[in-house]
């Protein structure tokens, strides 16, 4: 072997380029030849240089090294992302300093030299940090992504260091975790994340709640991965990091249960004995809110690999839930369960439900651990109930009937438990009774702490029998004696009235279970109820219950019952207590018909209960009785249609008048109602489907509040969706509210839109073809309501909600749904046509110059499909011909858009364009209405001269004439006058009410708007100027001016229609007449509000065929309306 020759400084220029020419290879050598690297930086350690006379020494070898090192570095600054040679330089940089600093660390020691002295170590890493620094703030984003992915590597390595290099370092990192660019910014958090533990919590700004922000409201999905996995867990970091399991990405929210929650459910301990103690994200950390929030989002999610690592942390709950407890050490399974269980809510809602059927899913072991045997039931918990029927419905669910029979006891046993548990139920609410009475005045600590502990024992005792019911429905009842027993127990039940309204609709699915049919089922209630208001007869009808079985209908005998005494001979206790047994009543009818599904006729038994009670609590003042009346009455007109037809226009007045409690109750009947019985209200034979949807509409744009509004929307769109209402004027209404500023607070409304409006658009292309249609309407009320928009609050752009719809009536997206769907057709012309209508806009001058520029640009976001109607595409041309030729655009930006768009057009299609001749179109009968539309284009120029005159002179008059105009306006409002003066109306319009008469259809109206223009040009009328009008607040104004642009569409019944044309005959009489203009314009202003507010009322008022109502009748008439209903 060759003896070693002596080290030069030269030797470094030729050993460094081969050692990271090895590392760059693989990672298999970097230990290698860090000990290599570090005896070259030990040997040019020792080369010095004497200064100063000797006083001091310059370090010449170390800085040769230093150079050289810096030098290899630097040519992995320029590689992309990606490339594994320059990701091993890297490493293995990081990796030396991590080896130069123990090795540092152990001569220190053993030396006993001071920590604050400097060593080759210290000097090196300050020298590259530094170098590190200047790369960091580099132009080139790939030079700062590999300059901070070294200092994410040597971060958690550098041992002591200087406090201004501390410093640089911690600022460093603080401004690349705001770079523009993802890469970077995510290994700025890594190398933010290994600071966390050394930083002093008084900095600022403090580094977790920096990394905690980039957690939350990063947009790049890999820095927040990356922030999710470095990010130390504690009780500052762990909301943000469970708000993770909704982020957006399906990566993130995996990342939440497989990276972080679960690893770190148990630590263990360092020691000679090494046990298992509560780690950070151990489940009793949690509160009971975020534990049902880690599960609710984990197991509710849409990804499989999302539902597949929650059900794994909720196992890995049930194994260490009592790590850390006094009775960790006694094992048993049954135990493990119990106290998971007590990890959740039981009451509120089905978290702790879903979490335990994940466990059963997951966990065999635990589900063939599990028995019930007699000490099982001997002791009843909530815990113990609650598993007991999870357990069985998991049974029930997935067809186990063997492990079924094998734990569950007989139904005569578990009788005799929910009459012990309801037996001892009857006790605690006496006693508490009792106790309310003799201490009712008392307010002692003491006595208030065992009145609540008392409370929290009848909840638990209510929550056992409701458990006990809920599992009773899904057992064997063959055995009659134990079928029996359970009828007269859940009968006793509810006949009586201390029974808590909790149970009722658990006592009546046994019953169900046990009744052969509806017809028995319905029958054991109305007795229930008849007992329950009429106590005479009670003993009398136990009797009869002794002797008589279930399944045993008997004859129809009508019994004579004393009639009820009269409420004003009632006293005020009698009242009361009459009150609450009718709710109790009203309470069991309404489950009672929840639980039906046959039609009212084939229950004659229900028409009593409508006479005696239903219909007795619609009539009621109180509230509370009338809504469950009202509830009860939608229940029935489900089943019974000749009584919807006859009961609708109730729900509708009670809509209008009822406070919002009320209203949403009866709301949900009306949509109920008309989901059921459709072809009855919406149907193409319905004579009242039109004033159903003017009536909701009318309601949906007058409601003030948010709940009602948002239960409008639902139930309107439910039936969009499922094609009961098709009417254009419903979606516009829908999309002008989904973009209101006004509904901009109302989260759940515009929650259910922003659900709703794509849904309904890609499910159908009749669908997308109706929102096309609508587009042009849609973008000009969004226009006008825009420009008015003087607010702090933020209103969306007529462009974006433009490029809304343009997404949503892409027949791509379409089409990838209708490969799922059978029978599912793509119209691909939609954008084709909608190109057709945008062209037709940019005629009308009622668009300024910005809306035009905004519909030449949306013009490049449509789709042009391969295959298209030559007649289509030839009048998409010859719009844009006669677009260039008659209407030339102004602006360059938007002339160059426009062009654009031409331009595509006529490469893509010119085949279908090149034998076009326009003479030959004219001829075709289809295309008569494009060529009047294309006709009826005045020139441009012609156009201004004709307007520029009028406007000249209109301005002189407005001047010279004021003060008369003055006098004129203020003898007119005294008048009582409430059409506004022609001021306002010239001011609120614009141009755009000069322009509408000409583009109407109608002949009345054209005659109508030129006498109108003709008076207008006469001195008399002149035009009230805007300086002597009231002053109003601007945000006002603009509030008005929006809510009147985002109104919805009016619609016009053949009413409006006839009062319209008698309008116009009056109008052409009065042209004959010659009294004077200004009269002439007030009589038929007063004619147009009268109108208006009578078209208003037959909105609001929907007739229907039947003209008296429930409501407005007496006491007498009782049979007669119920014989009406049915």
Request: proline share 4%; hydrophobic share 40%; aromatic share 6%.
């Amino acid at each position: 072997m060759p003896a070693r020759s002596a080290f030069t400084l030269d030797s470094l220029s030729t050993e460094l380029p081969k050692i990271f020419e090895q590392v760059q290879l693989t990672s298999a050598n970097h230990q290698k030849n860090l000990v290599a690297l570090y005896k070259l930086q030990t040997e040019a350690a020792k080369i010095t240089e004497s200064v100063q006379n000797g006083k001091s020494i310059k370090l010449v070898g170390e800085r040769a090294f230093e150079d050289t090192l810096l030098t290899m570095l630097s040519r992995t600054m320029p590689v992309k992302k990606g490339a594994t040679v320059a990701d091993r330089v890297i490493k293995f940089v990081g990796g030396f300093t991590k080896f130069i600093n123990e090795k540092a660390h152990e001569e220190r020691e053993k030396e006993g030299l001071d920590e604050d002295d400097d060593t080759t170590a210290s000097r090196f890493v300050a020298r590259l940090l530094k170098f590190l620094f200047r790369g960091s703030l580099a132009k080139d984003k790939i030079a700062r992504f590999r300059a901070v992915q070294c200092i994410a590597e040597m971060v958690a390595h550098l041992g002591e260091i200087e406090e201004d290099v501390y410093n640089d370092l911690r600022m460093c990192l603080l401004e690349r975790v705001n770079d523009k660019e993802a890469p970077v910014r995510v290994q700025a958090v890594i190398a933010l994340s290994k600071l966390c533990g050394s930083e002093d919590p008084s900095e600022e700004p403090n580094i977790t709640d920096v990394l905690v922000d980039t957690l939350s409201y990063d947009t790049s999905a890999e820095v927040r991965r990356a922030a999710l996995a470095n990010l130390p867990i504690n009780e500052r970091t762990i909301p943000a990091m469970l708000a993770r399991t909704r982020d957006v990405d399906p990566n993130v929210r995996k990342l939440v249960y497989s990276s972080v929650l679960e690893p770190h459910c148990t630590v263990v301990t360092d020691g000679e004995n090494q046990t298992e103690v509560v780690g950070p994200t151990h489940p009793r950390v949690f509160s009971i809110e975020q534990r049902e929030l880690v599960v609710r989002n984990g197991l509710g999610d849409r990804e499989e690999a999302i539902k597949s690592a929650a059900a794994k942390l909720v196992s890995t709950w049930v194994d260490v839930v009592r790590v850390g407890t006094t009775q960790g050490d006694a094992k048993s399974i049954e135990e493990d369960i119990i106290a998971f269980l007590e990890l959740f809510d039981l009451v509120e809602n089905s978290t702790a439900e879903d979490a335990l059927a994940s466990v059963f899913k997951s966990r065999t072991d635990i589900l063939d651990a599990l028995e019930f045997n007699d000490a099982f039931w001997e002791s009843l918990t909530p815990e113990k109930t609650f598993l007991a029927r999870v357990f069985v419905d998991h049974c029930f669910n997935s067809k186990d009937e063997a492990r079924l029979e094998n734990s569950l006891p007989v139904v005569t046993m578990l009788a005799f438990r929910i009459q012990s548990a309801w037996q001892e139920l009857i006790a605690a609410m006496q006693a508490e009774e009792e106790d309310i009475l003799l201490r009712g005045g008392m307010d002692d600590e003491a006595e208030n702490e065992l009145r609540a502990k008392r409370e929290e024992e009848r909840l638990d005792q209510e929550f056992i029998i409701g458990e006990m019911l809920r599992m009773a429905v899904n057992l064997d009842y063959a055995d009659e004696i134990g079928r029996r027993k359970m009828f007269q127990l859940v009968r006793t039940m509810i006949c009586q009235d201390i029974l808590p309204e909790g149970l009722l609709g658990r006592c009546l699915d046994v019953l169900r279970t046990l009744s052969l049919n509806e017809r028995d089922l319905i029958r054991v209630v109305v007795e229930v109820v008849h007992e329950l208001r009429d106590p005479a007869d009670e003993e009398e009808q136990l009797r009869d219950d002794t002797v008589s079985n279930i399944g045993e209908t008997p004859a129809s005998v009508k019994t004579v019952r004393a009639a009820p005494k009269p409420l004003a001979e009632m006293t005020p206790e009698e009242q009361v207590r009459a009150d609450a047994i009718d709710l109790r009543c009203l309470a069991l009818c309404i489950g009672m018909l929840e639980r039906v599904n046959g039609t009212f006729e084939e229950n004659s038994t229900l028409e009593g209960i409508l006479g005696e009670l239903i219909i007795p609590a619609v009539k009621r003042k109180e509230l509370s009785l009338r809504e469950r009346g009202l509830v009860c009455l939608g229940l029935c007109c489900l089943i019974a249609r000749r009584m919807a037809m006859n009961s609708f226009q109730l729900f509708l007045s009670q809509v209008q008048a009822a406070p919002e409690p009320l209203k949403v109750r009866v709301l949900h009947v009306v949509f109920d109602i008309l989901m059921v019985h459709d072809k009855d209200f919406l149907g193409p034979n319905s004579t009242n489907g039109e004033r159903i949807i003017e009536f909701l509409l009318h309601i949906l744009d007058n409601e003030e509040s948010d709940k009602v509004q948002a239960l409008l929307c639902v139930g309107i769109a439910k039936l969009m969706l499922s094609g009961m209402i098709s009417d254009d004027r419903v979606l516009i209404s829908l999309m002008l509210k989904y973009v209101s500023p006004d509904t901009a607070h109302n989260q759940e409304l515009r929650q259910c839109l922003s659900y709703f409006l794509p849904v309904y658009c890609y499910s159908s292309g009749a669908h997308q073809r109706r929102m096309q249609k609508a587009f042009i309407q849609l973008y000009k009320s969004l226009s006008e309501a825009y420009k008015e928009w003087d607010s702090d609050d933020d209103m969306i752009s007529p462009v974006q909600a433009s490029l809304m719809i343009v997404d949503w009536t892409d027949p791509q997206k379409a089409h990838a749904i209708a490969q799922n769907v059978p029978g599912h057709a793509v119209d691909e012309s939609i954008h084709i046509d909608l190109a057709a209508d945008i062209i037709r806009a940019l005629f009308d001058d009622d668009f300024g110059k910005e809306d035009k520029k905004a519909l030449c640009q949306l013009l490049g976001k449509l789709h042009l499909p391969d295959q298209v109607d030559d007649d289509k595409i030839r009048s998409v041309k010859l719009l844009m011909h006669n677009l260039n030729s008659r209407r030339p655009l102004r602006d360059a930006s938007t002339r160059n858009a426009f062009a654009k768009f031409e331009a595509s057009v006529s490469k893509k299609y010119e085949r279908q364009l090149t034998d076009f001749n326009e003479d030959e179109y004219r001829q075709l009968e289809y295309l008569q209405e494009l060529f009047e539309f294309l006709d009826g284009v005045v020139p441009e120029d012609d156009d201004d001269e004709a307007i520029e005159l009028p406007k000249k002179k209109g301005g002189k008059k407005r001047r010279s004439d004021s003060i008369s105009t003055e006098s004129d306006t203020s003898v007119s409002g005294m008048s009582g006058d409430d059409s506004p003066p022609p001021a306002s109306k010239r001011k609120s319009s614009g141009k755009a009410k000069a322009k509408r008469p000409r583009l109407s259809q109608s002949d009345n109206e054209s005659e109508a708007a030129s006498v109108a223009t003709s008076r207008a040009e006469t001195p008399s009328a002149v035009i009230t100027p805007s300086r002597v009008m009231p002053k109003r607040s601007a945000a006002v104004k603009s509030r008005a001016a929006v809510s009147k642009n985002l109104a919805p569409p009016p619609s016009e019944s053949e009413d409006d229609e006839e009062d319209r044309d008698e309008d116009d005959e009056e109008d052409e009489e009065e042209d004959d007449d010659p009294t004077p203009a200004p009269n002439r314009i007030r009589k038929r202003t007063n004619d147009s509000a009268a109108g208006i507010r009578e078209a208003a009322r037959r909105v609001s008022e929907v007739a229907f065929e039947r003209e008296d109502s429930i409501m407005d009748s007496s006491s007498d008439e009782d049979a007669d309306e119920v014989d009406d209903l049915l």
